[in-house]
């Protein structure tokens, strides 16, 4: 079965210092992985997504991800966060070669201080 | 490109009634979910279309749940009757072939309050 941990419920960051947002799974096989941005009364917003290839992925507004197989983990980063980066943030997996059934996180909140 | 549009943005209701929900894919994906979002959870999957025929159904609740995909285009999402705990944020998102890796677009979501 499939399973996504997100073990935060909130990171705190100054504005300017880089972020982390930690993400864990649990799939057959080798999984599709993807991260997700919800802002305040919308909807979820695609920021990147790792399926093969490169270990590093980049995405949207800066940010990026590492896929590390041998911790299972696709912990979400930024060098630099802004302030406007506030939101909350859905990891999410899928199952590859077949897979069709997208499981997301508990999701993060991510709140950055000014 | 417009987005995924959804139906109404919100919607209170007291338990034992009915409603319904309304999603417009963007033009072209064939795959479109419909989850449900209870506060402080991760979106889970409800009913998963290709087209109009259903990939994946198996967490919706089909005593009280139905959905269709008109033409493999619209869909609808009806909960009847209502309980308490379907109090949550619908909402419907669109790919565009299933069976990749592909991104999903979300739209903004139905805020269902059942009293």
């Known amino acids: 079965a499939q399973s996504v941990a997100q073990p935060e419920d909130q990171v705190n960051v100054a504005e300017g210092n880089p972020l982390t947002v930690k993400c864990t799974y649990s799939?057959?096989?080798?999984?599709?992985l993807f991260w997700y941005v919800q802002y305040p009364n919308r909807g979820l917003q695609f920021l990147l997504k790792?399926?093969?290839?490169?270990?590093l992925v980049k995405g949207s507004y800066g940010f990026e991800a590492e896929f590390n197989k041998s911790q299972t983990s696709f912990h979400l980063k930024k060098p630099s966060a802004l302030v406007s980066d506030s939101a909350l943030y859905f990891c999410?997996?899928?199952?590859?070669?077949?897979?069709?059934?997208?499981?997301f996180g508990a999701g993060t909140r991510l709140f950055v201080k000014a | 490109e417009a987005g995924v549009a959804q139906s109404p943005r919100y919607k209170i209701i007291e338990k034992r009634q009915s409603v319904a929900f309304w999603c417009n894919p963007i033009?072209?994906?064939?795959?479109l979910y419909w989850y449900q979002q209870i506060l402080g959870q991760g979106p889970k999957l409800l009913i998963q279309?290709?087209?109009?025929?259903?990939?994946?159904d198996s967490q919706l609740p089909k005593d009280r749940f139905s959905a269709e995909r008109l033409k493999g285009v619209d869909s609808t999402l009806k909960i009847q009757p209502a309980k308490l705990e379907d109090s949550a944020v619908y909402l419907c998102?669109?790919?565009?072939?299933?069976?990749?890796?592909?991104?999903?677009?979300f739209g903004p979501g139905t805020r269902l309050t059942v009293l």
């Open positions: 279309f290709q087209n109009n025929g259903v990939v994946d």
């Open positions: 998102a669109s790919s565009l072939v299933v069976g990749e890796p592909d991104t999903q677009y």
């Open positions: 999410a997996v899928r199952r590859g070669l077949g897979g069709f059934k997208t499981i």
């Open positions: 799939v057959s096989g080798n999984p599709y």
């Open positions: 790792y399926i093969t290839g490169d270990n």
């Open positions: 033009s072209g994906h064939a795959t």
